[in-house]
């Protein structure tokens, strides 16, 4: 799936705690919307654009398992918040590089059951 399609991906606003690490460090976090093709991550100090990330976090109801996958920050902002962009906190849009199907379609019915 391309960006473009990914986009297209039914995005769900979640706050979720986010281990993820980089190359460099390791941080705890928090999420502001997901969908199987990648997450945003709060942060004031969002990696570089291109920077692989390491990520793990559970959906709610489901701790027996987490989602652990990597991806590529493809775009961040640290302006102050906005609400007309979406993003009202400073952070980075992770895309997923290699979640698998299971954890896809694990992402996916979450979604499906909070639009319910």
Same mark, same amino acid.
């Given at each position: 799936?391309? !960006?473009?399609? !990914?986009r !297209?991906?039914?995005?769900?606003?979640?706050?979720?705690?986010i281990?993820? &690490?980089?190359?460099?460090d390791?941080?705890?976090?928090?999420?502001q919307n997901?969908?199987e093709?990648?997450?945003?991550?709060?942060?004031?100090?969002?990696?570089?654009?291109?920077?692989?990330?390491e990520?793990?976090?559970?959906?709610?109801?489901?701790?027996?398992?987490?989602?652990?996958t990597?991806?590529?920050?493809?775009?961040?902002?640290? &302006?102050?918040?906005?609400k007309?962009?979406?993003?009202p !906190?400073?952070?980075?849009?992770?895309?997923?590089? &290699?979640?698998?199907?299971?954890d896809?379609e694990?992402?996916?019915?979450?979604?499906?059951?909070?639009? &319910?």
């Amino acid at each position: 799936m391309n !960006r473009k399609e !990914r986009r !297209r991906v039914s995005r769900k606003a979640v706050r979720l705690e986010i281990y993820y &690490s980089t190359p460099m460090d390791i941080f705890t976090s928090l999420s502001q919307n997901l969908n199987e093709g990648g997450i945003f991550i709060e942060t004031d100090r969002p990696a570089p654009i291109g920077t692989v990330v390491e990520i793990k976090f559970y959906l709610p109801g489901d701790h027996n398992k987490p989602i652990e996958t990597h991806g590529v920050v493809v775009w961040s902002t640290t &302006s102050p918040p906005r609400k007309d962009t979406g993003h009202p !906190r400073a952070g980075m849009g992770i895309e997923f590089e &290699s979640l698998n199907n299971h954890d896809k379609e694990r992402i996916n019915k979450f979604i499906r059951d909070m639009k &319910s």
